[in-house]
């Protein structure tokens, strides 16, 4: 069974600082993972993915994620916070080689807020 | 533009109510979802469509249901039956079979119960 840890609820940041977003999975097989992103009151967004290749994946507005298979982990980074960053953060997982819509699973989510 | 697009965005209802959410994409994609959010427990899956004429159950799908006569169109009706409904309800819509894991989001219903 996959399921997705994303340590800290909330972060905060300054601005200018680097972002660090925290994701730990599990799965028993090869991981697709994902990083979308929420704005209030909006749907989710597609900020990256990791599916095959190049363990260093980059993203929109700046972000990046690193899949590391020992550590099962896949944190989003960015080297400098900006306002328009504030926004709730989702980790995901699926199984690769399976399709399903029941195949993603989500995390439950950090909040960033970004100090000006 | 392509996209997804849900109406009401805001939509209160008397207990004992049913209510009915609307779930229109123009992308051409076969697969569509729905999703609840709550503070702090992240997506829940309450119902999905393969194809039209087909829905299975999520992992939250007691009080809802769903339809999809037509490709483009996936409603949720909130029953009276679900005990909880005051919530967020994300649509969402994918290209089936890929497995890319790209989901394609609305904007959102917030369902408010009084």
């Known amino acids: 069974a996959q399921s997705v840890t994303q340590l800290g609820s909330h972060v905060s940041v300054s601005e200018g600082a680097l972002v660090l977003l925290r994701c730990n999975y599990s799965?028993?097989?090869?991981?697709?993972l994902f990083w979308y992103v929420q704005y209030p009151n909006q749907g989710l967004q597609l900020l990256l993915k990791?599916?095959?290749?190049?363990?260093l994946v980059k993203g929109i507005n700046g972000f990046e994620a690193e899949f590391k298979k020992s550590e099962t982990s896949f944190h989003l980074t960015k080297p400098s916070a900006h306002m328009s960053d504030a926004a709730e953060y989702f980790c995901?997982?699926?199984?690769?080689?399976?399709?399903?819509?029941?195949?993603?699973?989500f995390g439950t989510g950090t909040r960033l807020t970004v100090i000006p | 533009d392509g996209g997804i697009t849900q109406s009401p965005k805001y939509l209160f209802r008397k207990e004992g109510q049913n209510v009915t959410l609307s779930c229109e994409q123009n992308?051409?994609?076969?697969?569509m979802y729905w999703y609840r959010q709550d503070p702090g427990q992240g997506l829940r899956l309450i119902y999905y469509?393969?194809?039209?004429?087909?829905?299975q159950k999520g992992d939250i799908a007691e009080g809802y249901s769903v339809s999809r006569e037509k490709k483009e169109s996936f409603p949720l009706t909130v029953t009276s039956a679900q005990k909880n409904p005051t919530a967020f309800y994300l649509c969402?819509?994918?290209?089936?079979?890929?497995?890319?894991?790209?989901?394609?989001f609305g904007e959102g219903s917030r369902l408010t119960v009084l």
């Open positions: 969402a819509s994918s290209i089936w079979g890929l497995n890319t894991g790209e989901l394609f």
């Open positions: 799965s028993s097989v090869p991981p697709y």
């Open positions: 990791y599916t095959t290749g190049a363990t």
């Open positions: 995901a997982v699926s199984e690769a080689g399976r399709t399903g819509a029941n195949n993603l699973f």
């Open positions: 992308l051409n994609h076969d697969a």
């Open positions: 469509s393969q194809i039209v004429n087909d829905f």
